[in-house]
């Protein structure tokens, strides 16, 4: 397979405004992935399915991410006049990213044999604007994967052919993989609490466990 | 009647028997399951329903496709809050006498998934439970120790005065309310009348 530069450069030659970034990967395994603009998503993966080069012809998981609004920090440094003397001083800068949901996909050729590419398209926010185009008419194997995605983390994917509730009831308001999901309080006796599980054991007995 | 009377006449070969026996040893020698299984667990059913561990000996290898015919409710495997209104509505439609063994560390108490969003934490919110078995899962074992327990408590059972069984008591429940789907859980999350929240003592 070709290097994930020369995939980007190519598929901007080929879907004119779209807008590609690769997610870098610091973990062991270090598997990068591509970052797609939701406009151009469906232009591009179709690319990606049709470039003969390319060929990606099957997508075996699809899977979504749930990013609240996170505060970075980095360390800048910054030059300063103290006491009169120039210096260079260290100063910690916070930013607030705001949060997004990610729909993560990953596409193997079979007839290339090769593969994943690991394709990511975002939301525009957490809350209103949680609309996504939907790869299912391109891959027929996202259709429930999508359907899981928009029942546990709410992004609404356009032009999937029968988006429903898959795990949960249709009446049901929430989303449940999302960080910020508020479980029904309904804790009840466990031998081995830990953790958050712990301090909700915690609340509820609050005679019981602490010994 | 003395015991020893009885086993005494039985040599001579005179059977005395009582209503009550004869009645309860013949409903405690077919009952017959409900065929439903809802996780891993009801492989463990299956199993424990073929020849190796051959359930037919305790006559209740007829696992019936409907609930009208049939006495035994096994719940076998992870009751999701989404399939609890269905096992319910199963059970209202058998028919008295009925009874139910929860199989499995699920089915009793929501089990590896107890502290998840979408697993029931145990069927007895719901429905009364005659027999709990632990294990994730039970081994056929212990499916057969439980269908041995309700053998027992079936013989045990008078068919009259107080802790008669429920079919002879027209004041007892044989349905039970079936849970709604809320916004956020199950509607009532439990049944109050049926559950009996286990008591820690230390
Ligand atoms: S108790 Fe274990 S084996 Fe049985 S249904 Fe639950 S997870 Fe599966």
Known sequence: MESLEQIKSRIEAAVPGARIEIVPNDSPSGQRSLLVDREHGFAVAKWLRDDPELRFD???????????????????KVKKVVDGVEQEVEEVRKTVRPGYLEAVYHLYSMERKHGPLVLRMRTANRADQVRLPSLTPLWRAAELQEREIYDLYGIVFDGHPDLRRILMWDGFKDHPMRKDYVEPDDFEYEPTPHDEVLERAWRHYPAGLKQ | MDEGLRSELQK????????????????????????????????EMMAASMARWDLARFGAEVFRPSPRQADLMIVAGTVTKKMAPQVVRLYN??????????????????????????????????????????????????????????????????????????HLDPDAPSEFPIPEYGEHDLEPPKNPEVWRPAVVVR
């Open chain 1, 58 to 76: 099957y997508a075996s998981n699809v899977t979504g991410v749930d990013w609240p609004d996170a505060e970075l920090t980095e360390k800048v």
């Open chain 2, 93 to 166: 439609q058998m028919s008295e006498p009925k009874y139910v063994i929860a199989m499995g560390a699920c089915a009793i108490s929501g089990g590896p998934f107890k502290q998840g969003y979408n697993v029931l934490k145990g069927i007895d919110r719901y429905i009364p439970v005659d027999v709990h078995i632990p294990g994730c899962p039970p081994r056929p074992e212990a499916l057969i120790h439980a269908f041995m327990t309700l053998q027992e408590k079936i013989d045990a059972q008078q068919l009259k005065g107080e802790g008669r069984p429920r």
């Open chain 2, 12 to 43: 001579q070969g005179v059977f005395v028997t009582t209503l009550e026996e004869l009645y309860n040893w013949g409903r405690k020698n077919s009952i017959w399951p409900l065929g439903f299984g809802l996780a891993c667990c009801a492989i």
